[in-house]
């Protein structure tokens, strides 16, 4: 077994009985913390992989009458912060995402309505492959940010009656 880090993002703050709720739920192996009034569950957990860690943790922190409501992640960034972590000026960034410089196939903007946020690790992948930017995320920051859009997607769809034939996508 491995020591896997994570940080589960919940529905609300526990008060002091749902923090009992939650060690004999399982998450004894988490240090509850509330960070702008939010609350969260940093794991330290043993599993053969860093997903059976997750999902059991997230399983056991749902069977303490919480809802999960994503990951904690640094994936999601700003041109700006792609410009610092790739070495290259704001202007050269925003231009190779806008495909006025550079090859295109610049990833997508995750959002949109004058704010645009980016994947990280989408742009790791891109710039490796086109500009041999010497920029790294490891495997666990990747499933980390991949598990928390399954999360939120899970909880969009939660009372959806498409959901089971939607959660196909992940294998299609």
Partial sequence: MNSHEFTLILDRVPNEEEHDALFEAG??????EERDR?????????ADSLAQALVSAIRDAESAGFRVEGVRTDDLVSLRTVAAR??????SVRLLAAAKRGPGGFPPAMSGDGWALYSWSQVVDWSTR???AGAEITAHE???AATDHIVRARNMLRDNKERAE???????
């Fill in 130 to 132: 086109h500009l041999n």
């Fill in 166 to 172: 939607l959660s196909r996508i992940l294998t299609a």
């Fill in 27 to 32: 998450c004894d192996d988490a240090a509850v």
């Fill in 86 to 91: 790739l070495d290259r000026s704001y202007e």
């Fill in 142 to 144: 990747v499933e980390i």
């Fill in 38 to 46: 939010v609350g969260l569950l940093d794991f330290t957990r043993e």
